[in-house]
């Protein structure tokens, strides 16, 4: 039977959520039209062990790939290649999926044709339990229309959790996010959109997202610690992007494209800060600063902050007091 949605599972050291996320994609009216693809990246603990009784519970619906370590990018990769699914969606083997919702997701995706389809996800903060649910465009609400069509408003609310493409468009375009570095998701949301004509927009959440776990890579520490690869992925975002307008994209894509680099390169600054006041952070600051305004002078003046600001009239002499007030207000805010 032909199946309708591809669910990649980002599997990596995972044991303590494996399970829950799983079980959050059992349901056995649309089990026939979902494929599952478990991918273990190397985990050490018993993930692949829990990815392969789902496999062979569901052999017609789960599947399990095992891997050598190469980052959360690589686990996407690796799905995209072996995705026979009509549509592709990604889920962290840390989240899930609102079952009865993700029902009547699988069943609307039957009647759908787009390149693209948005929904709203939630995000569950682990530590109080709170809900908090990112919504989409109300307007378009189960209505599909071009991508030039979407206001500019909305291209923030298109993110990870809320995207699931038509998987020939990944396929057919050699879609491919960087290996052995964080941050890429920000890559499966630019990448692809180049090519979406249509999309098509949902009112209910699926993704269960989950946030406030120790060691994520978009806390303050996981910022610290790989800071270096938020710089590697704004450089290939900058390269596709730069790459892409020469070949002539509708201004609607240029300017969704110019806002993710804009965002991206606002939270460098920001992470510059946040690590703190060291020479080597202050030296990597300055020549990220001049490098930007040589190579891409609009971006550069587009990224406006008081602090940029004032880094920017001070030579950077202001550095190491912005750093420090910095790390003084989150501890304040975090006491």
């Known amino acids: 039977m032909e199946k309708i949605l591809t669910i990649s599972i980002a599997a990596y050291n995972v044991e303590q959520f494996l399970k829950d996320t ?26 692949a062990e829990i990815g392969r ?18 980052g959360y990018g690589s686990t996407i990769n ?11 969606k990604t889920l962290d083997g840390d989240d899930w999926f609102d079952t009865q919702n993700f ?22 903060h ?51 996010i960087g290996e052995h570095c964080f941050y890429t998701d920000i890559e499966y949301i630019a990448f692809p959109i180049v090519y979406v004509d249509y999309v ?21 520490e996981g910022f610290r610690k790989h800071y270096k690869d938020h710089l590697k992925v704004i450089d290939r975002v900058l390269k596709f992007y730069e790459s892409h307008t020469n070949k002539g994209i509708s201004k609607e894509k240029d300017a969704y494209l110019f806002r993710i680099l804009n965002a991206l390169v606002y939270m460098q600054y920001q992470i510059f800060i946040m690590i703190g006041n060291t020479n080597q952070i202050k ?14 002078f ?16 001070s030579n950077f002499q202001l550095f190491g007091l912005i750093a420090f007030y910095s790390k003084l207000r989150d501890k304040i805010d975090h006491d």
Not at 23 to 47: F, Q, R, W
Not at 286 to 295: P, V, Y
Request: charged letters at 25%; one cysteine or more.
């Open 53 to 70: 009784e789902f496999t062979q519970q569901y052999p017609d619906s789960f599947f399990l790939i095992s891997k050598t370590n190469g």
């Open 200 to 220: 098509c927009f949902l009112d209910y959440s699926v993704y269960q997202y989950r946030v406030g776990l120790q060691g994520q890579s978009v806390s303050a």
């Open 126 to 176: 682990e530590s109080t339990g709170e809900t908090e649910e990112v919504s989409c465009h109300q307007t378009f609400g189960g209505k599909t229309v071009t991508f030039d069509q979407l206001p500019m408003e909305l291209y923030y609310k298109i993110k990870m959790h809320s995207v699931t493409y038509r998987t020939a468009l990944l396929q057919e375009n050699h879609i491919q």
């Open 22 to 47: 799983l079980n959050s994609l059992v349901a056995l009216e649309i089990l026939d039209d979902i494929e599952v693809l478990i991918v273990d990246d190397g985990s050490k603990d018993c993930t």
């Open 283 to 296: 030296s990597e600051l300055m020549e990220f600063d001049r490098k930007l305004k040589n190579e891409n």
């Open 298 to 313: 609009t971006l550069y003046e587009s990224v406006q902050g008081r602090k940029i600001a004032w880094l920017r009239k």
């Open 78 to 88: 690796a799905a995209i290649d072996a995705a026979s699914g009509k549509y592709f």
């Open 103 to 124: 029902v009547k997701f699988v069943k609307a995706l039957k009647a759908i044709d787009a390149d693209l389809v948005v929904t709203p996800f939630t995000i569950i």
